[in-house]
């Protein structure tokens, strides 16, 4: 009987029990841990990323503070705190807390895209020896990069990028063994690439790019056998291209743009067979393009502007660079004549071969596939009216610089267009046949200056998108119509060089995102409106030889414009020119 009733109460408390589980044992954040965060906390001044408002109460564990992630014995070893992608207003104001320091378990440190967080890398992030991942960048943090980074010896991502770091790149930072990826990029460092970096064997992304490095380009990339990424773009390097580069097959993607390099492209560039794409553009470099770049199976995109290369162009047969999408020959020594066969007949999307002496007629590309074309500063003549028709996918059409000589009326683009450069030729015909109740939403861009147009300047409709509108130097007259007020996009504005007459329309000033506005030389009338005085994004206007009278506005930034930009009129008055007549009565009474 005992036994029984023994049985029974078990029975009972088991199925308690399951009616009313006991709680599982919880993970607490370590009170030290928490401290750190804190303090980290406390140095933020303001954030409107409102991240950090979740953080209170006493378990920073449990999941309720953002960006917070610890380990099964309640360490913190994740901190990662990015602003959204999608809203670039959010920002965080404030320090780093050397309090960072001290969460000895950290494996992932991120704190990127706040932009206003200043001053130094605390030199107490040197002692997080379990750091695998550092990432602080597009911050403003400043100063120099600390020597003690290259203790974390677990490191494999360390991305400074985006911030106003300066002196030279740290030669501990060869220490760091483990590295795969290294983002320095967009900064203000000096001095040379350090040696040492050497011993980054594992390196697969490599970015210095947007500093003020110089020196050569070292020899030691070639050790780089991991590597797929290389971009020391946008700094001061010399001497020539190292031959060890062009042995690493993994290599993808490679930029040397915008530096100093001379001598030529080595023959062995032909052995990147992982190559996708190859900018060398805004350098010195000199020779014929190597025939071995056919080799090259993967390439889809080929920069090699603003060089001295000379012909001969490679012969490339029709299998040669089978993935070639893009190709920038422009501004080189190069002598083309036509566009050669094997970029003609392909489909290709981005042409670039401006100052190629190109000559004669228009080439016919494929029309399937392009969505930008630059055959600007060439030699080439007769009409395009007709070119473009079928070219659905073209974005982006200049041919500025030219000897193009054509109807604008019979020019015929695809809705789809956002540009159209043509300034510097010989076309003719009126505005109103590209701008008119049916000009596409989508034209961002017209520049037509420096040619023969005639007529006058169309009513402009609502809907339109346009940024960049410069007719000047053409034979315009007329009016410039009150619904200029309808361009609300409207950010350049040049009419200069022309004989447009009658006054400038108030509602002018309701174009508000203009920073540049150009009427000189005409034949305008009247005053400056004062409603121009709610542009407060110009930089640059000129109302030059017109004849214009009466104060100009008396307001930033016209009362502070050089004396130049209201010159040669009838007689304009008031800061930065002489007082007019009635001011100066009334300060003599």
Not at 190 to 213: A, C, E, R
Not at 230 to 239: F, H
Not at 374 to 383: F, W, Y
Not at 456 to 482: D, H, M, R, W, Y
Request: with cysteine; hydrophobic share 40%.
């Amino acid at each position: 009987m005992q036994l029984l009733k023994w049985v029974l109460n078990l029975l009972l408390v088991c199925s308690m029990l399951q009616l009313f589980p006991l709680p599982l044992a919880q993970t607490i954040c370590s009170e030290a841990d928490r401290a750190a965060l804190l303090g980290f906390k406390a140095k933020i001044l303001k954030d409107s990323t409102d991240s950090l408002s979740s953080w209170v109460g006493k378990d920073c564990c449990g999941g309720d503070w953002e960006g917070v992630g610890c380990n099964p014995t309640g360490r913190i070893n994740t901190l990662a705190l990015q602003r959204p992608e999608r809203d670039s207003t959010l920002y965080m104001k404030g320090t780093l807390s050397s309090s960072l320091g001290s969460l000895q378990y950290l494996e992932v440190l991120v704190i990127s895209g706040m932009k206003f967080i200043t001053g130094p890398i605390p030199e107490s992030l040197s002692n997080l020896s379990r750091l695998k991942q550092l990432v602080l960048e597009d911050n403003s943090l400043q100063g120099n990069i600390p020597s003690g980074l290259g203790r974390l010896s677990f490191l494999q991502t360390l991305s400074l990028a985006g911030n106003h770091f300066n002196g030279v790149v740290p030669l501990s930072l060869g220490n760091l063994r483990n590295l795969v990826m290294l983002n320095l990029g967009r900064n203000s460092l000096t001095g040379s690439i350090p040696s040492s970096f050497k011993n980054l064997v594992h390196l697969q992304s490599f970015d210095l790019s947007f500093n003020l490095l110089s020196g050569f380009v070292p020899e030691i990339l070639g050790q780089f056998h991991n590597i797929t990424f290389i971009d020391l773009s946008n700094n001061q390097l010399s001497g020539h291209l190292p031959v060890s580069l062009f042995n690493l097959v993994t290599l993808s993607d490679l930029s040397l743009s915008h530096n100093q390099l001379t001598g030529s492209i080595p023959d062995q560039v032909g052995n990147l067979k992982s190559l996708t794409s190859l900018s060398l553009s805004h350098n010195k470099l000199i020779g014929p393009i190597p025939a071995s770049i056919s080799r090259l199976q993967k390439l889809w995109s080929l920069n090699l502007s603003r060089n001295g290369f000379s012909n001969p162009l490679p012969a490339i047969s029709s299998k040669g660079v089978p993935s070639l999408l893009s190709i920038d020959l422009s501004f080189n020594n190069l002598s083309l004549g036509t566009v050669p066969n094997w970029i003609m007949d392909r489909q290709l999307s981005d042409v670039n071969l401006a100052s190629c002496k190109l000559r004669g007629a228009f080439p016919k590309f494929r029309p399937d596939s392009l969505s930008s074309i630059d055959l600007s500063s060439n030699l080439l003549t007769g009409t395009i009216s007709t070119h473009f028709t079928n070219m659905t996918s073209l974005q982006k059409l200049k041919l500025s610089n030219n000897q193009l000589k054509f109807d604008l009326s019979e020019l015929k683009v695809p809705d789809g267009i956002s540009s159209i450069d043509l300034h510097s030729n010989q076309v003719f015909g009126s505005l109103s046949s590209i701008l008119n109740n049916r000009t596409s939403s989508f034209l961002e861009v017209i520049d037509v200056s420096n040619n023969l147009i005639s007529g006058t300047i169309p009513e402009f409709t609502e809907g339109l998108s346009l940024k960049v509108l410069n007719i000047g130097s053409n034979n315009i007259a007329g009016q410039i119509p009150s619904s200029i007020s309808n361009l609300i996009e409207l950010e350049r504005l040049d009419i200069s060089r022309n004989q447009i007459t009658g006054t400038i329309p108030a509602s002018l000033g309701q174009v508000v995102k203009l920073q540049w506005l150009d009427l000189s030389i005409n034949r305008l009338t009247g005053k400056i409106p004062t409603s121009l005085l709610g542009i407060h994004s110009l930089r640059h206007a000129n109302f030059r030889a017109n004849r214009l009278c009466g104060e100009i506005p008396q307001g930033r930034p016209y009362n502070i414009f050089p004396a130049s930009t209201y010159a040669y009129n009838l007689c304009l008055c008031g800061k930065p020119l002489q007082p007019c007549k009635g001011k100066k009565q009334e300060m003599v009474q």
